[in-house]
């Protein structure tokens, strides 16, 4: 089975204005593709994501996705997974996986987000 085809779990933290933001544009270039998305919120689900593999933690500085297989993919390897299933966004997918872009973007995306979490808190 391709693996772009089965359905997905994205990890996401809905008490964060920029990931609701984000969600919503990827639900938009999706279009039906986005119908095979399921998005859980893990404010509050610990537990869920321990029972899934998940360090509580890292969920809130990586984004993670399940595949239709039950493999958890994390950081950049989640937005190359989520992105190459919407046709507009391959070619980004397939630029993210670059081996001399991919630790660059991986270490800004770091920075952002632990920014993010000291303003909040």
């Known amino acids: 089975m391709d693996m772009r085809k ?10 964060c204005p920029s990931c609701i933001k984000d969600r919503e544009r990827y639900e938009k270039l999706a279009g039906e593709t986005g119908e095979s998305v399921e998005w859980l919120d ?3 689900k610990d537990e ?13 500085r990586e984004l993670h996705v399940k595949d239709a297989q039950g493999r958890i993919h994390s950081e950049m390897d989640a937005y190359i997974l989520l992105m ?15 081996p001399v872009i ?4 991986a270490r800004i ?9 000291a303003k909040s808190g």
Request: glycine share 10%; hydrophobic share 45%; charged share 20%.
């Open 102 to 105: 991919r630790p660059m973007l």
């Open 109 to 117: 995306y770091h920075y952002m987000v632990n920014r993010r979490l």
């Open 42 to 44: 893990i404010t509050g």
């Open 84 to 98: 190459s299933r919407v046709p507009v966004l391959k070619p980004l997918a397939w630029l993210i996986g670059l």
């Open 48 to 60: 869920q994501l321990r029972a899934e593999g998940i360090d509580p933690d890292k969920a809130l």
């Open 6 to 15: 089965g359905r997905l779990v994205v990890f996401y933290d809905g008490s």
